[in-house]
């Protein structure tokens, strides 16, 4: 006989089980019911308290101890389940006493009428948080020292692993603003000490000062020249006694300069030379690499790039030199611009255009050596002035009083692009001609186009030192000239910042912040001549510094130390952020906020960005036409123009085989030399006519002979060197797509030589650095 069991009841009210617990599902549903009774017991509790809490202060019947007493029995109150384990009780602290603690000095006790709040006070009332006055009270004695000394037996903290290094990016910052300023940047001083006088253009060429636009030596057209056919062919480089012409001086033998600084209590003094480069490197930072304006342009160049070239980007360095309270800037040049022939080219040429042809002549290596009493022993001319901190110097290469304000101008040498990127090669690149006004390649346009790109900014920036009014330029391929231009400041102004008139004050900002910088390069080192190196990123957010002390005794101090400093700005137009190439064109009030930190980074790691950064300044050369390696060993040494040059022994990473661009380049040069050779032929015999000589017959015997200027880099041009260059435009469609599609291949193309050439010389070209008038000048 089976027995039935009888069923527990189940107390679901209390969520309890009489008898044996179900299992499974059943479970599972009971414990969710408890849970949810637990949770609605509870609200309903804390709603219970609260509306009686609130009721009470209506009324204004509570005190402050029954409403805290109320709380603490609603809290200590509430439901817990018995499975629940016990927490250990923290200690809490007595809220009432907390409370009368705070404010026993501002309420007074309750009374049966409740809790009333103090009558309003008109001042602060006693500091209750005040120590004692004196010792006397026991201050002192209740007092803890904040440091405990260490005990004999304790074992000191470990320093930081040297991997961490510091725990800031910088050691050091310190930053500023620059506010808008109307106030001239630069103002003239007067020397006492004889100068020669400015020169002025010779055979001619004053008119070209006055009339916009590009002037041919000789018109392609109708083959009439423009200018005297003596300026036809340029002397070769080598036969020209650099010598017999005053050197260049550098800022730190300047003693006129350091003089001048100690009278106008300036720290700071330096020259075109050695301070547009860093100049520039300003103008890159608060400009994030602004791009150019090309609009002026034909739709050649529409589409071409508006950014600066390589040439123009590359790191700079200078030599801070100290002496007696005053830093001079001297720009270091590399010992390879001695094998440039553009560092000399311009020296020569200058005096080409300036002179007289007798006297012109008296500095060729050919003419006898000058009398002693022949030889002007005055200092060139140069414009003094200051700023701020700096005194700066600027050679005056011509004026003509005609011209507004001083009438002082600049003369400029501009090679063309084969001579720029193949400088070893320069004698083939030779025959390279420009054709034509506009177009691709082969055009004034081209070289126009790359002077925006590759040395606008430095021209601006040399002429508002001079406080000049434009630059004269001059078009050549290092034997022939090919025309001139003159380019006025406010046209320089448009093509840099879009323009005119915009200059002045980005001119202002950069010489402010340099003169920032400077200070803090003397604060790494002070009283110590320096050597710095600058940059501005790619990014452009960021001007880095290399400073590292040029006398070092290494055996007796150890390594050389290194200094990285970076510099980073943010522009305010109205008191309002903008893009940094937006401030350039922005009308308002311009504010700079500058930052300047001293990086803290290991010093392994500093010189590696200095390595990189010096990687970047170097490019190597190209091996001339059928010349190899072990060729161009043996002709090394013979690369010499300047009298007593210096010899640089030859490395093979001073060169490379020619590849793409450069030899579609040297493919122009041969074809436009065998054109001169055709025009040579059919204009043979042939007087050649001047403009402004009516009826003038320039024969060949009064042309200047190969024999003593020209240049003739091969046999056919030196039979007949006095031949008229006649530049004609291409006829046929073939012709024409080959310059666009040449053109195409060398867009863009930005092969630099060995590091800064000269202490006067300017990175205008895609390839080397072009000088901006000589090694001689400042």
Same mark, same amino acid.
């Given at each position: 006989?089976?027995?039935?069991?009888?069923?527990?009841?189940?107390? /679901?009210?209390?969520?309890?089980?009489?008898?044996?617990?179900?299992?499974?599902?059943?479970?599972?549903?009971?414990?969710?019911?408890?849970?949810?009774?637990?949770?609605?017991?509870?609200?309903?509790?804390?709603?219970?308290?609260?509306?009686?809490?609130?009721?009470?202060?209506?009324?204004?019947?509570?005190?402050?101890?029954?409403? =805290?007493?109320?709380?603490?029995?609603?809290?200590?109150?509430?439901?817990?389940?018995?499975?629940?384990?016990?927490?250990?009780?923290?200690?809490?602290?007595?809220?009432?006493?907390?409370?009368?603690?705070?404010?026993?000095?501002?309420?007074?006790?309750?009374?049966?009428?409740?809790?009333?709040?103090?009558?309003? /006070?008109?001042?602060?009332?006693?500091?209750?948080?005040?120590?004692?006055?004196?010792?006397? !009270?026991?201050?002192?004695?209740?007092?803890?020292?904040?440091?405990?000394?260490?005990?004999?037996?304790?074992?000191?903290?470990?320093?930081?692993?040297?991997?961490?290094?510091?725990?800031?990016?910088?050691?050091?910052?310190?930053?500023?603003?620059?506010?808008?300023?109307?106030?001239?940047?630069?103002?003239?001083?007067?020397?006492?000490?004889?100068?020669?006088?400015?020169?002025?253009?010779?055979?001619?060429?004053?008119?070209?000062?006055?009339?916009?636009?590009?002037?041919?030596?000789?018109?392609?057209?109708?083959?009439?020249?423009?200018?005297?056919?003596?300026?036809?062919?340029?002397?070769?480089?080598?036969?020209?006694?650099?010598?017999?012409?005053?050197?260049?001086?550098?800022?730190?033998?300047?003693?006129?300069?350091?003089?001048?600084?100690?009278?106008?209590?300036?720290?700071?003094?330096?020259?075109?030379?050695?301070?547009?480069?860093?100049?520039?490197?300003?103008?890159?930072?608060?400009?994030? %690499?602004?791009?150019?304006?090309?609009?002026?342009?034909?739709?050649? #160049?529409?589409?071409?790039?508006?950014?600066?070239?390589?040439?123009?980007?590359?790191?700079?360095?200078?030599?801070?030199?100290?002496?007696?309270?005053?830093?001079?800037?001297?720009?270091?040049?590399?010992?390879?611009?001695?094998?440039?022939?553009?560092?000399?080219?311009?020296?020569?040429?200058?005096? %080409?255009?300036?002179?007289?042809?007798?006297?012109?002549?008296?500095?060729?290596?050919?003419?006898?050596?000058?009398?002693?009493?022949?030889?002007?022993?005055?200092?060139?001319?140069?414009?003094?002035?200051?700023?701020?901190? #700096?005194?700066?110097?600027?050679?005056?290469?011509?004026?003509?009083?005609?011209?507004?304000?001083?009438?002082? #101008?600049?003369?400029?040498?501009?090679?063309?692009?084969?001579?720029?990127?193949?400088?070893?090669?320069?004698?083939?690149?030779?025959?390279?001609?420009?054709?034509?006004?506009?177009?691709?390649?082969?055009?004034?346009?081209?070289?126009?186009?790359?002077?925006?790109?590759?040395?606008?900014?430095?021209?601006?920036?040399?002429?508002?030192?001079?406080?000049?009014?434009?630059?004269?330029?001059?078009?050549?391929?290092?034997?022939?000239?090919?025309?001139?231009?003159?380019?006025?400041?406010?046209?320089?102004?448009?093509?840099?910042?879009?323009?005119?008139?915009?200059?002045?004050?980005?001119?202002?900002?950069?010489?402010?912040?340099?003169?920032?910088?400077?200070?803090?390069?003397?604060?790494?080192?002070?009283?110590?001549?320096?050597?710095?190196?600058?940059?501005?990123?790619?990014?452009?957010?960021?001007?880095?510094?290399?400073?590292?002390?040029?006398?070092?005794?290494?055996?007796?101090?150890?390594?050389?130390?290194?200094?990285?400093?970076? &510099?980073?700005?943010?522009?305010?137009?109205?008191?309002?952020?903008?893009?940094?190439?937006?401030?350039?064109?922005?009308?308002?009030?311009?504010?700079?906020?500058?930052?300047?930190?001293?990086?803290?980074?290991?010093?392994?790691?500093?010189?590696?960005?200095?390595?990189?950064?010096?990687?970047?300044?170097?490019?190597?050369?190209?091996?001339?036409?059928?010349?190899?390696?072990?060729?161009?060993?043996?002709?090394?040494?013979?690369?010499?123009?300047?009298?007593?040059?210096? !010899?640089?022994?030859?490395?093979?990473?001073?060169?490379?085989?020619?590849?793409?661009?450069?030899?579609?380049?040297?493919?122009?040069?041969?074809?436009?030399?065998?054109?001169?050779?055709?025009?040579?032929?059919?204009?043979?015999?042939?007087?050649?006519?001047?403009?402004?000589?009516?009826?003038?017959?320039?024969?060949?015997?009064?042309?200047?002979?190969?024999?003593?200027?020209?240049?003739?880099?091969?046999?056919? =041009?030196?039979?007949?060197?006095?031949?008229?260059?006649?530049?004609?435009?291409?006829?046929?469609?073939?012709?024409?797509?080959? &310059?666009?599609?040449?053109?195409?291949?060398?867009?863009?193309?930005?092969?630099?030589?060995?590091?800064?050439?000269?202490?006067?010389?300017?990175?205008?070209?895609?390839?080397?650095?072009?000088?901006?008038?000589?090694?001689?000048?400042?």
């Amino acid at each position: 006989m089976k027995t039935r069991l009888r069923p527990q009841p189940l107390d /679901l009210k209390n969520g309890q089980v009489k008898g044996k617990q179900p299992k499974g599902h059943f479970a599972e549903k009971l414990h969710n019911k408890r849970k949810i009774d637990q949770q609605v017991e509870a609200e309903q509790e804390s709603r219970a308290v609260l509306a009686s809490v609130k009721t009470a202060i209506e009324q204004d019947h509570a005190s402050q101890d029954d409403v =805290l007493q109320t709380l603490q029995q609603a809290i200590s109150s509430e439901p817990r389940s018995k499975k629940a384990k016990p927490k250990k009780k923290k200690r809490s602290a007595d809220t009432s006493e907390l409370f009368a603690g705070l404010h026993g000095n501002e309420a007074e006790k309750p009374n049966k009428g409740g809790w009333k709040a103090k009558e309003w /006070l008109s001042d602060w009332g006693p500091d209750i948080l005040a120590p004692p006055e004196s010792k006397k !009270d026991g201050y002192a004695k209740s007092q803890k020292p904040t440091h405990q000394p260490r005990k004999p037996d304790q074992k000191p903290r470990k320093p930081p692993p040297p991997h961490r290094g510091h725990p800031l990016p910088y050691s050091r910052r310190i930053e500023g603003l620059l506010h808008a300023d109307d106030r001239p940047t630069l103002s003239d001083l007067e020397t006492t000490n004889e100068a020669k006088p400015v020169a002025q253009l010779a055979h001619g060429l004053d008119r070209v000062l006055f009339n916009p636009g590009v002037h041919w030596m000789q018109d392609p057209r109708s083959g009439v020249y423009n200018f005297p056919t003596w300026l036809e062919n340029i002397p070769d480089v080598k036969d020209f006694a650099f010598e017999r012409v005053t050197g260049f001086i550098r800022s730190s033998a300047d003693n006129d300069l350091r003089t001048l600084a100690q009278r106008e209590s300036r720290q700071y003094t330096g020259s075109t030379s050695s301070l547009t480069g860093i100049l520039s490197h300003m103008y890159f930072l608060i400009s994030g %690499f602004r791009e150019v304006n090309t609009g002026m342009l034909s739709r050649n #160049f529409q589409k071409e790039p508006a950014t600066f070239t390589l040439g123009q980007r590359i790191p700079t360095t200078v030599n801070m030199m100290y002496k007696d309270g005053i830093y001079s800037f001297d720009s270091q040049s590399s010992d390879l611009s001695e094998k440039n022939v553009l560092t000399w080219m311009g020296t020569m040429l200058e005096k %080409f255009l300036t002179a007289p042809k007798e006297e012109f002549e008296r500095c060729l290596r050919s003419a006898p050596p000058l009398a002693e009493d022949e030889i002007d022993t005055r200092r060139e001319a140069y414009r003094y002035s200051k700023s701020d901190r #700096f005194v700066m110097r600027s050679q005056l290469d011509g004026v003509d009083k005609r011209l507004p304000g001083t009438g002082v #101008f600049d003369i400029k040498t501009r090679a063309a692009i084969p001579i720029r990127m193949d400088l070893l090669n320069y004698e083939e690149n030779s025959g390279y001609l420009i054709r034509t006004l506009q177009g691709p390649i082969e055009s004034f346009e081209k070289e126009y186009y790359d002077l925006i790109r590759s040395a606008f900014l430095k021209y601006s920036f040399q002429v508002r030192i001079g406080n000049m009014d434009g630059v004269m330029v001059a078009y050549h391929n290092t034997a022939r000239l090919f025309g001139f231009q003159y380019v006025s400041l406010d046209e320089m102004d448009t093509c840099i910042f879009g323009e005119a008139g915009r200059g002045d004050r980005v001119f202002q900002k950069c010489v402010r912040l340099m003169e920032e910088l400077a200070d803090e390069i003397t604060r790494v080192y002070p009283e110590q001549s320096v050597k710095c190196t600058l940059e501005t990123q790619e990014s452009g957010d960021k001007l880095s510094a290399w400073i590292e002390p040029l006398e070092w005794d290494v055996a007796e101090k150890g390594p050389r130390p290194l200094t990285q400093i970076d &510099m980073e700005v943010t522009s305010y137009i109205n008191e309002e952020q903008v893009q940094s190439p937006r401030a350039i064109s922005a009308d308002g009030s311009w504010t700079i906020h500058w930052k300047l930190s001293r990086v803290s980074a290991p010093e392994d790691e500093i010189r590696s960005n200095l390595a990189a950064c010096e990687d970047r300044k170097f490019r190597a050369w190209a091996l001339p036409s059928g010349v190899s390696m072990s060729e161009m060993a043996e002709l090394w040494p013979t690369l010499k123009f300047g009298h007593g040059a210096k !010899d640089v022994a030859f490395d093979p990473a001073f060169v490379y085989a020619a590849r793409g661009n450069v030899e579609k380049l040297r493919e122009l040069a041969r074809s436009g030399r065998a054109h001169t050779e055709n025009l040579a032929l059919e204009n043979a015999g042939k007087a050649k006519v001047v403009w402004g000589v009516p009826d003038e017959i320039v024969t060949t015997e009064e042309s200047r002979t190969d024999d003593e200027t020209a240049v003739a880099p091969v046999d056919v =041009l030196a039979e007949d060197t006095s031949v008229a260059f006649i530049p004609t435009e291409p006829d046929t469609q073939d012709v024409q797509l080959g &310059m666009a599609a040449a053109a195409a291949d060398l867009r863009d193309t930005e092969i630099m030589t060995s590091g800064s050439l000269s202490e006067s010389a300017d990175v205008v070209g895609e390839h080397v650095a072009e000088p901006t008038t000589s090694p001689h000048q400042g």
